[in-house]
């Protein structure tokens, strides 16, 4: 059980973050920063730290723990989140605060020959979901939490439902990746996976992967907050 110095900003903050509507992984990972930042300074409130606490504790992540440039600006927004929406006390005008710098380096790209080595060795269902992430753009949360109301295969479109930022869009696939859809669709309908209330419950309980499904389609339907990552 988490201490009271610990337990009292956290679920402010997480109240805060979903107010906002925050995703649920940027969410998980501020409230994660937040208490790491907390139980660094040995549990105290943070109510009563201010910028050197928070440029120890920065400097404790790039010195100590060898973090990233990136990462460390990820707690920074964490914590500069907490003290604005939280505390309600303007952390960035505090002269002495710390700001890290990217570094800038080259991209990892995989040729087309590399690409295809790839794909070429998976499965039908993960084929489908590996090129949809390739060739149409998707992210990986944005392609599992794919419905069929969301392909628009007859206009050669994917609706992204709730994507980065809260947001809407419209993503291409070529016509290779429209036909292995609908085939994939049509498929799914003539043959339904059998119990597929059983299986999920029984993914939930052994710790199996789940995709969130799309706050709207929540409130109608609130079975599908719980919408299963993969087939089994």
């Known amino acids: 059980m988490e201490e009271p110095p610990v337990s009292e900003p956290l679920s402010q903050m997480s109240a805060a973050l979903r107010s906002r509507h925050y995703s649920r992984r940027t969410a998980q990972a501020y409230c994660l920063w937040v208490r790491r930042f907390i139980r660094f300074h040995g549990v105290r409130h943070p109510a009563d730290m201010a ?3 928070i440029n120890a504790f920065l400097t404790h992540l790039a010195v100590d723990a060898n973090v990233s440039a990136s990462t460390r600006r990820q707690a920074l927004c964490a914590i500069l989140f907490l003290y604005r929406h939280v505390i309600g006390r303007e952390v960035g005008e505090v002269a002495g605060l710390v700001r890290a710098r990217a570094s800038r380096r080259l991209p990892v790209v995989l040729t087309r020959d590399e690409v295809e080595a790839v794909l070429g060795v998976l499965g039908c269902d ?3 979901m ?4 390739y060739g149409a753009g998707l992210r990986l949360m944005e392609r599992l939490r794919l419905r069929a109301l969301d392909l628009e295969l007859r206009r050669g479109e994917i609706i992204v439902r709730d994507g980065k930022g809260g947001k809407d869009r419209v993503a291409l696939p070529s016509r290779t990746l429209t036909t292995a859809a609908r085939a994939s669709a049509h498929d ?3 043959h339904p996976p059998a119990r597929p209330r059983r299986r999920l419950g029984s993914r939930r309980a052994a710790g199996g992967p789940c995709a969130q499904a799309p706050k709207r ?10 919408s299963a990552a993969a087939p089994a």
């Open 51 to 53: 910028a050197p606490e």
């Open 126 to 128: 993960l084929w489908l």
């Open 130 to 133: 590996a090129s949809l992430m």
């Open 188 to 190: 799914g309908a003539s």
């Open 217 to 226: 389609a929540v409130r109608p339907a609130p079975a599908m907050g719980l």
